[in-house]
C-alpha cells in the first residue's frame, strides 16, 4: 500500500535529485513550487532520513549552512566566490590519495574522510 507520507517521500527525493547541492531551504521553495501542500517539516525529514541511510552527504559550507550531496563518495567541491554554485570534481581515489601522504603527520589521529575544497570563479561569472 503506498501511503501519503510515502508518495510526499517520494516526490521530495524527486525534486532533491533534479537540483544541484541545494540547501534545505532550495529544495523546500522547490517543493512549495511544485507541491504547495508538502510542508516544511516533511522535506527536512525526508533529507535527514536520505543523510542517516547513506544515500546522501552533507556538506558543510559556513556555519549554518549545510548542503545536500546527491553524490555520497569522496569527491571535491568547487565553489564559486560570485554566485555561490558548488560543483563536483571529478578526482579520483580522493580520500585515499590523501590519507597516504597525511598518516605520517597524523601523530595517531585516524583519519575518516577528507573535506577538499576549491574556492575560484565559474566558468559562467567569467564570462559575464
Ligand atoms: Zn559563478
Ligand atoms: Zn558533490
Redesign the pocket.
Known amino acids: 500500500m503506498v501511503t501519503r507520507n510515502t508518495q510526499q517521500q517520494k516526490l521530495v527525493e524527486q525534486v532533491f535529485l533534479s537540483l544541484n ?1 541545494p540547501s534545505a531551504q532550495e529544495v523546500y521553495k522547490k517543493v512549495q513550487e511544485l507541491y504547495p501542500t508538502i510542508g516544511r517539516a516533511t522535506v527536512y525529514r525526508v533529507l535527514n532520513r536520505l543523510c542517516q541511510k547513506g544515500q546522501v552527504m552533507q ?1 558543510n559550507r559556513e556555519e549554518n549552512c549545510v548542503y545536500f ?1 546527491k ?1 555520497n563518495f569522496d ?1 571535491p ?1 568547487a565553489y564559486c566566490i560570485k554566485c555561490g554554485k ?1 560543483r ?1 570534481i571529478c578526482f579520483d581515489n580522493t580520500f585515499s590519495k590523501c590519507s597516504s601522504s597525511l598518516n605520517k603527520n597524523l601523530n595517531g589521529f585516524t583519519p575518516l574522510g577528507v573535506d577538499f575544497k576549491i574556492v575560484g570563479i565559474c566558468s559562467d561569472c567569467q564570462n559575464k
Request: proline share 0%.
Open positions: 547541492h556538506i550531496d553524490n569527491h567541491h558548488i563536483d
